[in-house]
């Protein structure tokens, strides 16, 4: 459709855009009978990109979400917002040509695998910031440096950011140096207000966080990828020493036809084994694209857990992507809570005594392309309570469906 437009407008100005459904559904919700939902989530997304030279270039996307048939109301983010400009940036350089790009203004940031910064596109709202970012590049060496605010979404108003509650930060990607391996330095600070410390006294964050990710190729068809990140600074009085840790190994099997991958994973991040003795160790997961890292039901998140995932990836044909995975998780410290994707805790018990195991999940799913433009993907997890999970709440099992339909036009 647009494409058609665009043949008849001048080269500097294109349009596109994006219609999304997701039909999901939830049975088992906070792990008690008798608590389900199901609806339908659409999103429209219009983009319109102006190059008025080779050197500048101005993107805006506006964007229309809308939930249907959900129990609970208002909607709200992240399932709903009424018609409101996601993107809005201008870009200087040229990105097929090194050494630099400046972009300022609405945009999405993305780092690495999303685990600690990320869009967050799998909600029906999805993440953007008001950021400054330059890309600075060379043939092997590659930095971005950024400054950030989360744009703060509400339905029925303009979105905006707003002060207190920015990151900012230096991203690098180190390649040709390690034989079939890429190395992503970064380190990121956060600053924070409106928060509080552990007594319940209102502080002010400055979190930084240091690590680095590596991933490449090894012999004989495995690859691998690893990440670590370590956490530093205060809230008002109390002291911030957190980590986490990423490790995947993955197995190609070059002597099947379709050639499946095999993955190995283990996730961590630390919880707080003293509650309220001035330092708090639960890991902050900052922006993260949360969705999927530990579980398809996003009933997991990367605070306050250890993850075991073992899975595998088969490209049954040229259009269809089946993936299979299982976790196993258990807390870090059992008088912290159980933290979901977005970062919230759901489950706690302060003395510990629920025990560590949380549970298991199980889940697939499948994305067949129909064409260049269209898809459809559908999955399915199951989550089967452990004992902190029984212990803690009624331990009935948490099972969650989807099926989505993308076009691009």
């Known amino acids: ?5 665009n043949r008849h407008l001048p080269a500097w100005l294109r349009f596109s855009g994006e219609y999304r459904m997701r039909v999901e559904g939830f049975d088992g919700g906070g792990f008690k009978p008798d608590t389900r939902d199901a609806y339908a989530l659409s999103r429209v997304r219009l983009n319109m990109r102006v190059a008025p030279t080779y050197w500048m270039r101005f993107q805006i996307q506006a964007q229309d979400a809308q939930a249907f048939g959900k129990n609970a109301k208002p909607d709200g983010p992240p399932f709903e917002d009424t018609m409101d ?4 940036y201008v870009e200087f350089g040229r990105p097929e040509v090194p ?3 400046l972009r300022v ?5 993305v780092f690495g695998e999303q685990r600690l910064i990320g869009h967050l596109n799998w909600t029906n709202t999805a993440r953007s910031f008001d950021a400054a970012r330059l890309t600075l590049q060379h043939s092997k060496y590659k930095v971005d440096l950024f400054a950030a605010s989360v744009v703060n979404l509400k339905e029925g108003t303009a979105n905006k950011s707003s002060g207190g509650n920015d990151i900012h930060g230096a991203y690098g990607s180190i390649t040709k140096v390690v034989p079939n391996a890429t190395i992503e330095p970064f380190v990121f600070w956060r600053l ?3 928060t509080k410390t552990e007594t319940g006294l209102p502080g002010k964050t400055d979190r930084r966080v240091y690590g680095a990710r590596f991933l490449g190729k090894l012999p004989a068809n495995f690859d691998y990828n690893l990440e670590a990140a370590g956490q530093t600074g205060s809230v008002g009085d109390d002291r911030i020493e957190a980590m986490a840790s990423h490790a995947a190994l993955g197995y190609t099997l070059t002597s099947f036809k379709k050639k499946p991958r095999l993955v190995l994973e283990y996730n ?5 084994e003293t509650p309220g003795d001035g330092v708090q160790q639960t890991f902050d997961q900052l922006y993260p694209t949360g969705h999927d890292k530990q579980g398809l039901a996003d009933q997991v998140g990367w605070k306050n857990i250890h993850d075991i995932r073992a899975g595998i990836e088969y490209k049954a044909t040229s259009k269809l992507t089946v993936t299979g995975f299982y976790h196993s998780w258990w807390l870090a410290s059992r008088r912290d809570a159980l933290y979901n994707a977005a970062g919230a805790a759901t489950v706690k018990v302060a003395d510990g005594s629920a025990g560590r195991h949380v549970g298991q999940e199980a889940d697939v799913q499948m994305t067949y392309a129909l064409n260049a433009m269209t898809s459809i993907g559908a999955g399915y997890a199951n989550i089967f309570p452990g004992t902190f999970l ?9 099972r969650f469906p989807y099926l989505m339909f993308t076009y691009s036009f």
Do not use: C, W
Not at 1 to 5: I, N, T, W
Not at 105 to 109: A, D, Y
Not at 390 to 398: D, E, H, L, S, V
């Open 390 to 398: 029984r212990n803690a709440t009624p331990g009935k099992q948490y």
């Open 1 to 5: 459709m647009l494409s058609h437009v």
């Open 268 to 272: 961590y991040a630390s919880g707080d």
């Open 192 to 194: 924070a207000r409106g």
């Open 99 to 101: 050494p630099f790009q």
């Open 85 to 88: 400009i996601r993107q809005a």
């Open 105 to 109: 203004g609405r945009q999405e940031l």
